[in-house]
């Protein structure tokens, strides 16, 4: 089935899509190796402020989860946002360009969950190679991987549009398909999340270098910025299940998780995403906290 690290199996470097950036590492612990019943899925998306990062990073942490949890673990890697070949040889920091910005990198974990819970046009799917009930998901997200998760739980595609840039995601194209996703995922786990830009930048302004990045600002017109920056935040995106699926929608779990020992974030991202999420999901969905000391690695 692959390498055996111990009480752990591993498949590494699985394609997901024609991109250098598209590949995943499948954890499997021993007990859901040997089962007869297909284990859960964990999907897991690194942080890294949309630039830096990598699924190998998290090895450790996906070795642990699978060998504890009886879960097959997925780890993901997407397009990162970067500078231009040109300016990268460029001497001078004037006029960089950058590629893979927003929406690419939300583009790229939608692409890997169709890959992962979704039926393809032949062949064997991802969840019978690789041995786990692609029904019963649970997707977490570190950092800004959280804030993509969030993007799967809720609805960019319903956020406001303002000014011409493209910061909101272009996901409306496959909508059955993201009801499909969503449906087949039961609970989320977001961990030390970036949830809302305006705020990030109004708590920390020397952060806005690498939102700038990331996303293609307008800075012509006095506050088109913070409008662009807010449909790209997670407080101007409805909660997606509504009215697709009530029973599924009183079920889902949402736990926002934030370290007491994060140096690059206070807990104010935490504490407006679970006051955001509590009001905008079904009253019977759960919606949690947990705060603790831990060490949270790969800022952002």
């Not at 991109?19 to 999907?43: C, I, K, Q, T, W």
């Not at 990045?213 to 910025?225: I, K, T």
């Amino acid at each position: 089935m692959g390498n055996s690290q111990g009480s752990v199996i591993e498949n590494v470097d699985v394609p997901y899509g024609s991109d250098e950036a598209h590949h995943m590492d499948f954890y499997h612990g021993a007990e859901s190796s040997s089962n007869s019943r297909r284990a859960p899925l964990l999907v897991f998306i690194h942080g890294g402020a949309w630039r830096t990062g990598s699924r190998k990073d998290h090895i450790k942490m996906a070795r642990s989860l699978a060998a504890q949890s009886g879960a097959v673990v997925a780890v993901i890697d997407y397009r990162l946002t970067l500078p231009t070949a040109d300016s990268s040889a460029s001497s001078s920091n004037e006029h960089v360009e950058f590629t893979n910005r927003h929406p690419a990198h939300i583009e790229d974990v939608y692409a890997a969950l169709r890959f992962l819970l979704l039926p393809n046009n032949g062949g064997k799917t991802a969840a019978e190679r690789f041995g786990y009930d692609p029904s019963n998901a649970f997707l977490m997200g570190h950092s800004v991987g959280a804030w993509m998760a969030a993007a799967v739980l809720l609805d960019p595609c319903r956020a406001p549009r303002k000014g011409s840039g493209q910061v909101w995601p272009r996901l409306c194209q496959n909508d059955g398909q993201a009801r499909d996703l969503r449906r087949r995922i039961k609970a989320y786990l977001l961990v030390d999340g970036i949830y809302s830009l305006p705020s990030l930048l109004d708590e920390y302004p020397d952060y806005r270098s690498f939102v700038a990045q990331a996303f293609p600002l307008e800075e012509d017109q006095y506050g088109v910025e913070q409008e662009q920056l807010a449909s790209a935040s997670v407080e101007t995106w409805p909660y997606a299940p509504d009215g697709e699926d009530a029973a599924h929608s009183e079920r889902i779990k949402v736990g926002i998780y934030h370290s007491l020992d994060d140096e690059l974030l206070s807990t104010r991202q935490s504490d407006e995403a679970l006051e955001y999420l509590k009001r905008t999901c079904p009253s019977r969905a759960q919606v949690f906290d947990v705060r603790a000391h831990w060490v949270s690695r790969s800022g952002f």
